[in-house]
């Protein structure tokens, strides 16, 4: 049975829907509208070869796709798996004029749906208006007007004379329920034609006016306009009653040759495939062209070949081939093909929908919110299974599968599966946080997985920066206390590296009790520097860096400038530098910049610059940045720095200087006693 379902959207029509429009462009543009919203529809118009139409019909059959656009061809000699159609148009061109469409014409063309035993449905869609409820009731009851009479035209042609023809082309049936056609294209081509003065002459004889009815019921395939179409009928009509008697090949090749090709667009093709037609059907009238047999053989290849080009361009412009067959896919529970190939590459239906690399799915990018919908839908059916499988393994795995890159990322067994949390002060080392890769998965083997790598990387970091965790310790558990415990914090605030001058007062203040205290904790005091040497060790530094949400500096022996924007202590510290000016410098060069210094009485020797790879202006400037006017002895016992030059403490240390030395008087010298 039918019923009928009313107005619905072109994006609601259910699956299985045949969508009728009456115009190429609208089938167009319904069909590219499809595609972007439905993943792609089949298109079916009277204008097209029946290879073509068939091989369109075959793709809708075929279930790769669940929409077909096409004219009212589809109610002419077509059976297919339709469950519904809708009408977007209710007006149609019979050749004549624009109407509407007629009930017994609706009726047709719903009957296409609900085939095979099955009920179907109809109704309308896009922008044509809700059918009326006496007419619904027509199509569902199949209760149409009776035909009051049938079209006829004689077939009895008298062939004596033009008049004769044009006479017997209009006589008018004698039996009741029959009517006189309306003038068809042959009969209007014969009555523009015999105008012609030069036919005129030619078509006097019985037989040449035969030849010039059979020209003017040449088809006209190529929908040309009536002076075109006539031209061509007077090409054949004179090839045909010259001395020849026939189309020869010189007539026939070039218009062939210039069809022969199938480069182009669908319009190019279908224009051309339209001409091949016109050429097929003269090449099968049995007396117009010479060697008919061979031309038909060479105009049935073209067809075929052009029909088949035209349908690929159909397919390639109306159909997206990856969206459907990942919709049907998706339709279809059971028996779906995905994997997931060594290399990652996950494939649905022989599709790629992305990369797997450890837990994280890289989807593939789609050209349209559709695609990406379908294509995330299919990926997430694919991969999910795999996930929860790595995520298992992931949580499961020994410390010698991990590793960690400086600039923060966690690879397992050598893929990049989770990022550190970090920011550009720097994150807690040893009690890190990570963020996985990848949103699929159960959330609980998520959890595992990742704290999983966050207990690994506590631990690693805990042994590659030892001397750091144990001072950090001693710190928070009170066993370093007074002047050593604030230079412990400054340290450990600032990654194991700071600037001497930041705790110089501490220092010069410490007993040799408290320099043996820090001297146990691994802390080296330079001139210029304090820090932990085993933190610049290559492991210790590696760690450091991963800690740290910030571009990694070159690792080089050489000054470095200054960034336009400062590195933050933590930064500096893990790779081992200071900020000297306009200069980066590496903690041991600038030790032993002053180890150099001592040795020459204040100054660089060009040996000495040549060692330490700069020039004298970059050493000028290093040393003015560090204040370094003379050379400080490491740990020198009592030794009070100076203030800085113009600072309050400069002025408190003028107040509390010892007053100068007075000047002993001299006694007056005693005369001799003569």
């Not at 959330?443 to 690994?456: D, F, I, K, N």
Request: glycine share 6%; proline share 5%.
């Amino acid at each position: 049975t039918l019923s009928y379902a009313g107005s619905k959207k072109l994006t609601r029509l259910p699956r299985r829907s045949a969508i009728v429009a009456f115009s190429t462009d609208r089938v167009y543009a319904i069909a590219e509208l499809i595609r972007r919203q439905r993943g792609g529809a089949a298109v079916v118009m009277g204008s097209l070869s029946p290879r073509t139409r068939n091989a369109q019909v075959a793709l809708y059959q075929s279930g790769e796709v669940d929409f077909l656009v096409a004219t009212d061809a589809i109610g002419m000699g077509l059976n297919m798996d339709v469950d519904h159609v809708a009408f977007a148009g209710l007006r149609k061109f019979d050749g004549r004029r624009t109407r509407w469409l007629h009930a017994h014409e609706i009726g047709q063309i719903a009957g296409r749906a609900g085939r095979h035993l099955r009920d179907g449905t109809f109704g309308v869609t896009a922008e044509a208006e809700d059918l009326d409820p006496d007419l619904v009731e027509q199509v569902v009851e199949h209760r149409f007007d009776p035909v009051e009479a049938a079209e006829w035209r004689n077939a009895r042609l008298d062939f004596d004379t033009l008049p004769d023809l044009l006479r017997s082309l209009t006589v008018t049936p004698q039996r009741s329920g029959l009517s006189l056609t309306a003038e068809a294209l042959d009969e209007t081509l014969l009555r523009r034609l015999i105008r012609d003065e030069e036919i005129a002459r030619i078509g006097r004889s019985r037989g040449a006016i035969m030849r010039l009815w059979e020209a003017c019921q040449l088809p006209d395939f190529q929908k040309t306009t009536l002076d075109e179409h006539s031209r061509l009928a007077k090409d054949v009509f004179t090839a045909l009653t010259s001395k020849r008697g026939r189309l020869a090949d010189d007539w026939m090749a070039p218009r062939f040759a210039f069809v022969d090709r199938d480069d182009g667009q669908i319009d190019q093709l279908s224009a051309r495939l339209s001409a091949v037609r016109t050429l097929s059907y003269i090449a099968n009238r049995p007396d117009w062209v010479h060697d008919a047999q061979g031309w038909r053989d060479k105009t049935r290849a073209l067809e075929d070949r052009l029909s088949d080009v035209l349908h690929e361009r159909l397919t390639a412009r109306f159909v997206d081939r990856r969206t459907t067959a990942l919709m049907r896919a998706l339709n279809v529970r059971d028996d779906t093909f995905a994997g997931v190939a060594d290399d990652g590459e996950v494939t649905v239906e022989g599709q790629v929908v992305g990369q797997l690399q450890g837990v994280h799915f890289q989807m593939e990018k789609g050209s349209s919110a559709l695609e990406d919908r379908t294509l995330r839908q299919a990926a997430v059916r694919a991969v999910t299974p795999e996930i929860n499988r790595r995520l298992g393994r992931l949580a499961a795995e020994t410390d010698d599968a991990y590793s960690v890159t400086p600039d923060g990322a966690v690879l397992w067994r050598g893929v990049l599966t989770a990022q550190i949390t970090a920011t550009p002060q720097g994150a807690d080392p040893f009690s890190p946080q990570v963020r996985l890769l990848g949103d699929l998965g159960p959330t609980p083997a998520r959890e595992r997985a990742q704290r999983r790598l966050e207990a690994w990387l506590a631990s690693e970091a805990g042994r590659a920066l030892r001397d750091l965790r144990r001072l950090r310790q001693a710190v928070e558990t009170g066993a370093l206390k007074g002047l050593p415990r604030g230079v412990a914090f400054r340290l450990i605030e600032a990654g194991g590296l700071i600037d001497r001058r930041e705790v110089e007062r501490d220092l010069a203040a410490l007993s040799q009790v408290e320099r043996r205290t820090l001297k146990s904790f691994a802390i080296r005091v330079g001139v210029h520097s304090v820090w932990l040497p085993g933190l610049q060790k290559p492991r210790a530094r590696h760690f450091a860096q991963a800690f740290i949400a910030a571009p990694l500096i070159p690792a080089t022996p050489d000054l470095i400038p200054t960034p336009v924007e400062t590195p933050s202590p933590r930064l500096l510290s893990a790779h081992g530098l200071r900020l000297a000016g306009r200069w980066l410098a590496p903690v041991d060069t600038l030790e032993r910049m002053a180890e150099l210094r001592a040795a020459n009485h204040g100054r660089l020797s060009d040996e000495a610059l040549t060692e330490l790879g700069w020039s004298p202006d970059q050493a000028k400037q290093v040393i003015a940045a560090l204040k370094t006017d003379r050379a400080r002895q490491p740990d020198r016992p009592g030794a009070a720095p100076r203030p800085v030059k113009d600072s309050p403490f400069a002025a408190l240390a003028a107040l509390t200087e010892a007053p100068p030395a007075r000047a002993k008087r001299r006694r007056p010298r005693r005369k001799a006693k003569a």
